[in-house]
């Protein structure tokens, strides 16, 4: 009985929360798939009706022409009215595949004559965006996000370290409630 118990706990825990998509506008056309779970919530005291939230997520991009990232992050939401709420994400991302960038410079320092290791990585992602709750189990918002790329680059004994660039992209998101 405990064990069924658990499995059932387990099972119907594992399903809640929000299923989304995310299409880059940007020229990238980047289209992301991502899971959010509420983690807690806060309502109104006068109201009862939701007012605060703080999910954790998880992000991986499923197609891109270039850079390609995974990352999970907290999510905070204020809801503004009962149909749109306002959010805000801060989280680690991970490159999952950098388009051939590090080859290309790997050759580049060849070519001069240079043997060299490059390196790039992300760290911090962030985002802000709005969300707007067609109805109970189905949104669209749009947003913007934010990846950190640094670069570190080994040759003759010396470590080249530097910060690129930030990956920005404005994404459209539909998202469904489970």
Request: aromatic share 16%; with cysteine.
């Amino acid at each position: 009985m405990k064990k069924i118990l658990i499995v059932m706990i387990a099972f119907s825990t594992a399903f809640t929360g929000t299923l989304y998509f995310g299409y880059d506008t940007d020229d990238s056309e980047i289209l992301s798939m991502g899971y959010n779970h509420t983690l807690k919530q806060w309502n109104c005291d006068e109201t009862g009706k939701p007012s605060w939230l703080l999910a954790a997520g998880l992000n991986y991009d499923i197609n891109s022409d270039s850079f390609s990232f995974a990352s999970y992050y907290l999510l905070p939401m204020k809801a503004v009215t009962d149909k749109v709420s306002i959010w805000m994400s801060l989280g680690y991302g991970f490159l999952v595949d950098d388009g051939g960038a590090e080859d290309f410079m790997e050759a580049a320092f060849e070519l001069e004559g240079i043997t060299a290791s490059v390196d790039l990585s992300t760290n911090l992602t962030y985002g802000l965006g709005m969300h707007y709750n067609y109805n109970e189990k189905m949104g669209f918002g749009i947003g913007k996000s934010v990846n950190t790329i640094d670069l570190e680059i080994i040759t003759m004994g010396l470590i080249l370290e530097a910060d690129i660039d930030d990956f920005e992209r404005t994404n459209l998101y539909f998202s469904y409630k489970f």
